[in-house]
């Protein structure tokens, strides 16, 4: 089976090695307090997508998960730190994957804007 057209991603380290199934379903910029805090950065950004094609091929073991809120994973290389997945208990059907692990680079639409009102005056401007 082909995977063309699938996502593929790595964390920091090379340690883990995802790949996704498309479709996309939208992705977004999430500047909420959380994202912000787990990203070390200004938003954290995403692609929603089914669960059920993402596949880990390479260093499931090395995976953490941090629950955030009562229904909110966000899942980390426990080497490296980078931050890969983003899912809700109240949604397992879909799994948000970091746009900033994907290779090669997200070339799709980032739709939304989530918590904008919580942008940080320092963000990168485009
Ligand atoms: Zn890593
Ligand atoms: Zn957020």
Redesign the pocket.
């Known amino acids: 089976m082909s995977d063309q057209g699938d996502l593929h991603g790595s964390c920091l380290c090379g340690g883990v090695r995802y790949r996704a199934a498309l479709p996309v379903f939208h992705a977004s910029h999430?500047?909420?307090t959380?994202?912000r805090k787990q990203h070390g950065a200004a938003a954290?950004s995403y692609a929603n997508v089914a669960s059920a094609g993402l596949v880990i091929e390479q260093g499931a073991g090395l995976i953490a998960e941090y629950a955030s809120s009562a229904d909110g994973r966000r899942d980390f290389c426990r080497v490296c730190g980078s931050t890969l997945f983003w899912r809700s208990t109240e949604s397992p059907d879909r799994v948000a994957i970091t746009l900033g692990t994907l290779e090669p680079e997200y070339g799709g639409p980032v739709e939304r804007e989530?918590?904008a009102d919580n942008k940080p005056a320092w963000r990168p401007r485009g």
């Open positions: 999430c500047y909420c959380m994202c954290g989530l918590f």
